[in-house]
């Protein structure tokens, strides 16, 4: 099994700045990307960024420019660090691991509370 581990949430005001983390364990031989998803209450879970182990990227319009994704492949960690927060990002923040397997090729994480007061 692959274990999947957000940190790094919590409440900031608006304009400021978090960086959360993404450490997956466990059976893993290989993983071709890594990111980060959000949900708010009455939303359905939305893409935010991701990063394949090869260094592309990919953000949602909201967070372009503001968002910045990356990673260490030898910690199976992957970051997002958000600058000029609004209240709008306020959410639950999953980490899903993406692995070539035809049996389970997606993990998530139990999700990090952003919380952006205005």
């Known amino acids: 099994q692959v274990q999947v581990v957000e940190s790094g949430g919590g409440l900031v005001q608006a304009g400021g700045s978090l960086r959360l983390s993404c450490a997956a364990s466990g059976s893993i031989f290989s993983i071709n990307a890594m990111g980060w998803y959000r949900q708010a209450p009455g939303n359905k879970r939305e893409l935010v960024a991701v990063?394949?182990?090869?260094?592309?990227?990919n953000y949602a319009d909201s967070a372009k420019g503001r968002f910045t994704i990356s990673r260490d492949n030898a910690k199976n960690t992957v970051y997002l660090q958000m600058n000029s927060l609004k209240p709008e990002d306020t959410a639950v923040y999953y980490c899903?691991?993406?692995?070539?397997?035809?049996?389970?090729?997606?993990?998530w994480g139990q999700g990090t509370q952003v919380t952006v007061s205005s």
């Open positions: 990063i394949t182990t090869g260094g592309m990227t």
């Open positions: 899903k691991v993406i692995v070539p397997s035809v049996t389970r090729p997606h993990y």
